[in-house]
């Protein structure tokens, strides 16, 4: 501080929220586990984007080996999990649009590193206490199921589950540390995976749908898992040999349309094309 300067000066506990740093120490836990387990969570969290891209291109060289062969059961029950898979994902999408539509911002996080400005009691998150993973999981399983191979089954899902696990524990210890017993609370009346029947909270959220930000949130995991769908299918018809023009050019429409709506919200949220003052 300057010679003469009477501002005082600020310490890392300051409580003020006059700064971002103030800020950054008033959301801080203040008590946090540095178990292995907790510091590995924090680290798949942070690169959750990524994390998959491995995953994904050696389900890709199984589905390559296996040249379209029919799955378990035969072509009759291939089919039918083409539908369901596809019924399966958008329930799980569904179940995002609605979560980010409903909680405030700050909360929800999916940035790189863990965030809550207050704690989601209500709508989704008083059926189950983690909504935006259980969606995670029927877009998965619905694109596991359009696979429909036992090696990417077992793949797949070892590395979901095992991915949320570590950082499930992350986000837990991060919000016991932040909320302390009204989390403890919350985690003795939700379940982590499988919702309630009932809500455990009474009412709903305080503030109305919010459209616009649910699609602002949910145009990235929309546009690649319904791309990878779209994929999946062309692959499966294609080697075996089933891949007539009738169908290339529908499943090419399907992926135009994708790409579209992709690149339009993308446009809108970015203000792309509005005219910029002279």
């Known amino acids: 501080m300057r010679a003469g300067s009477h501002r005082r000066a600020k310490r890392p506990g300051d409580r003020r929220l006059g700064t971002p740093r103030a800020m950054w120490y ?60 596809l019924v ?42 983690n909504p935006l993973y259980l969606g995670n999981l029927g877009i998965v399983l619905g694109l596991l199921l359009i696979a429909h191979d036992p090696w990417v089954y077992v793949v797949g899902l070892t590395f979901f589950f095992g991915e949320y696990f570590f950082i499930i524990r992350a986000e837990e210890n991060f919000l016991r540390g932040r909320f302390g017993a009204a989390f403890e ?4 009346k939700v379940p982590r995976w499988i919702p309630r029947l009932t809500p455990a909270y009474a009412g709903f959220t305080e503030h109305r749908f919010d459209l616009p930000r649910a699609f602002k949130k949910e145009h990235n995991p929309f546009a690649a898992w319904a791309a990878g769908a779209i994929v999946l299918l062309g692959w499966e018809q ?23 709506l992709f690149v339009g919200i993308k446009a809108w949220k970015h203000h792309w094309f509005r005219a910029r003052p002279r």
């Open 26 to 85: 008033a959301r801080r836990p203040s008590v946090m586990s540095t178990s292995p387990t907790i510091s590995l969570g924090n680290v798949l969290f942070r690169f959750r984007s990524f994390t998959p891209v491995p995953v994904i291109a050696l389900m890709g060289f199984l589905l390559w080996r296996s040249r379209g062969a029919d799955g378990p059961g035969g072509p009759e029950v291939d089919a039918a999990l083409n539908v369901a898979g």
């Open 88 to 129: 399966v994902a958008f329930l799980g999408q569904a179940l995002r649009f609605y979560t980010l539509g409903v909680v405030l911002e700050g909360t929800s996080g999916q940035g790189n590193t863990l965030r809550a400005d207050s704690l989601n009691t209500r709508g989704p998150y008083s059926f189950v206490r």
């Open 185 to 188: 609370d919350f985690c003795r």
């Open 238 to 260: 294609y080697a075996r040999g089933e891949l007539t023009r009738t169908r290339l050019w529908a499943l090419g429409v399907l992926f135009a349309a994708v790409a579209v």
